[in-house]
């Protein structure tokens, strides 16, 4: 009789295999390599897109994650693009540790497993590095020689994904916590506004305040009616011989003919002595100041 045992991956449970009755070594071997390859898996990202990915710079590194996550309004879905910008440090900074294809592979996954922790199952910061140090205890390196071979990252490597995870996801742990579960209002960009132009010139007044009274009784009680082209025609010829007489009477008018000569004379006699009274004493006024400050100069000479 058969059994099977079940692993569990980022999707639920998957079969790994039937192992028979009677455990051997070699059975007991296989089935505990297989436990260690369920290890992170699957893989977030392929090896052919690892490989593309490397042939770009961070521009194109960016571009190319946004189209496999499927972000599309990076500019206005400030969730996504923060999503996108942890997924691309990170790489970059794989990327400047040189890494295999397989350890792309692995530290890739183990981003997506983190950020999968906190995002779906809500896992707690404590819970969150916790599941961690598991995983990096099966991928790190091995005191046990005969486990060798399994070593996917070095001493050296396992320490710098260590501190980068800290300063990266674990010392911001709350803000992600916060931009995943926290309900924000939406911010109102654009809005709609009902203009009333002004009504044309036959209206005397303009149109009430839509704070005033109502349309209906401006119209009612205040608003005078129009006045009909009889109305206009009748209003024009009465008021049209007044303003003809008044207009002839202005322009013939001679505005100095209440004046004669020796008037005009006197008047600008007048003025011109003014000016010329206030101009000489504003002139005496600064040659005696000039006078001052010569004297005291020629004192200052007899001295010396």
Do not use: C
């Not at 599309?72 to 794989?94: C, E, Q, R």
């Not at 742990?173 to 911010?187: D, G, N, P, V, W």
């Amino acid at each position: 009789m058969a059994t099977v045992s079940l692993g569990t991956t980022p999707g639920g449970t998957t079969p790994v295999g039937t192992t028979p009755g009677v455990n051997t070594p070699d059975s007991e071997k296989n089935d505990e390599f297989q436990e260690h390859e369920k290890i992170l898996s699957p893989d977030f990202l392929s090896t052919a897109q690892i490989t593309d990915l490397l042939t770009e710079d961070v521009d194109g590194i960016q571009e190319k994650l946004r189209i496999f996550l499927n972000f599309k309004n990076l500019h206005t879905h400030l969730k996504d693009a923060i999503i996108l910008d942890y997924y691309v440090s990170g790489f970059m900074w794989a990327k400047g540790m040189d890494f295999s294809v397989t350890q792309y592979s692995k530290f890739m996954t183990l981003l997506d497993m983190l950020l999968h922790n906190l995002r779906t199952l809500h896992m707690s910061l404590e819970d969150s590095i916790k599941w961690f140090g598991e995983v990096m205890a099966e991928i790190g390196p091995r005191h046990s020689q005969k486990k060798k071979e399994w070593n996917i990252f070095d001493v050296k490597q396992a320490n710098a994904i260590i501190d980068y995870l800290k300063i990266s996801l674990f010392q911001h742990y709350k803000l992600y916590e916060f931009m995943f579960y926290s309900t924000r209002e939406e911010i109102v960009i654009g809005t709609e506004q009902v203009i009333e132009v002004v009504k044309p010139a036959d209206h005397p007044f303009p149109a009430p305040l839509e704070e005033g009274i109502s349309l209906d009784t401006y119209s009612a009680f205040i608003e005078p009616p129009p006045m009909s082209d009889t109305d206009l025609n009748g209003l024009d010829q009465e008021q049209g011989p007044e303003e003809t007489q008044l207009d002839t009477d202005t322009s013939d008018k001679d505005p100095l003919a209440g004046f004669t000569i020796e008037d005009v004379k006197s008047v600008l006699a007048q003025v011109t002595d003014d000016v010329l009274v206030s101009i000489q004493t504003e002139i005496n006024e600064k040659l005696q100041i000039q006078e001052e400050a010569f004297n005291a100069r020629i004192e200052k000479l007899k001295k010396a």
